[in-house]
């Protein structure tokens, strides 16, 4: 192809038109050194870097800011009768001092078939008190029923107020439950 040089036109482009153009070349040329620092293991590490603060900060609510947190859990299991188990959870970042918790079996009338208690003088931040006493065997009563199971647990807490959970529960129709009381 050939071009006369009459037809050549130059162009001349105005004073903005040319500081457009002479950003879009920073902008380039700033992309391309971004290219050359940011790589994969320095991205790879930021990410590692943001999940350890924001465990530190979970741990930190956890463990160290002053909190009182108790749950009860209870599990129900029919077996050749009935059978109750029941653990206290401290989860609280203090102790809990004066804990006396009772668990009773009963009709749906009220009546009282078995009972079982526990007292604590105190229990440690995060930790649990489970065992024998929290534990009972109901035999003699049919399965084919449905009973209600009655917690009720009071602590003193670390600022020295009483606090109690008093929950009930209707159990018989499955075969397995498991309860979670809290404050």
């Known amino acids: 192809m050939l071009v006369h040089e009459d037809s050549?036109?130059?162009?001349?482009?105005?004073?903005?038109e040319l500081a457009i153009l002479e950003a879009s070349k920073d902008a380039a040329r700033l992309v391309q050194d971004l290219k050359r620092e940011v790589t994969p293991n320095r991205v790879?590490?930021?990410?590692?870097?943001?999940?350890?603060?924001?465990?530190?900060?979970?741990?930190?609510?956890?463990?160290?800011?002053?909190?009182?947190?108790?749950?009860?859990?209870?599990?129900?299991?029919?077996?050749?009768g009935h059978?109750?188990?029941?653990?206290?959870?401290n989860t609280g970042s203090r102790e809990i001092t004066d804990v006396s918790m009772s668990v009773k079996f009963q009709s749906l009338d009220g009546e009282l078939?078995?009972?079982?208690?526990?007292?604590?003088?105190?229990?440690?931040?995060?930790?649990?008190?489970?065992g024998d006493d929290l534990e009972m065997q109901i035999l003699g009563h049919t399965v084919w029923d449905s009973y209600v199971?009655?917690?009720?647990?009071?602590?003193?807490?670390?600022d020295g107020e009483v606090n109690r959970i008093i929950q009930t529960h209707e159990v018989g129709e499955w075969a397995w439950e498991v309860f979670e009381d809290s404050d």
């Open 8 to 16: 050549i036109k130059t162009s001349t482009m105005s004073q903005e």
């Open 44 to 80: 790879a590490m930021a990410g590692v870097i943001l999940l350890l603060l924001v465990g530190a900060l979970f741990s930190g609510w956890y463990w160290v800011i002053p909190r009182d947190s108790v749950t009860v859990e209870t599990l129900y299991i029919q077996r050749g």
């Open 83 to 89: 059978v109750v188990m029941s653990e206290i959870h």
């Open 113 to 130: 078939i078995d009972i079982m208690s526990i007292e604590v003088d105190k229990i440690s931040s995060h930790s649990s008190v489970a």
């Open 149 to 158: 199971i009655a917690v009720e647990i009071q602590w003193i807490s670390y």
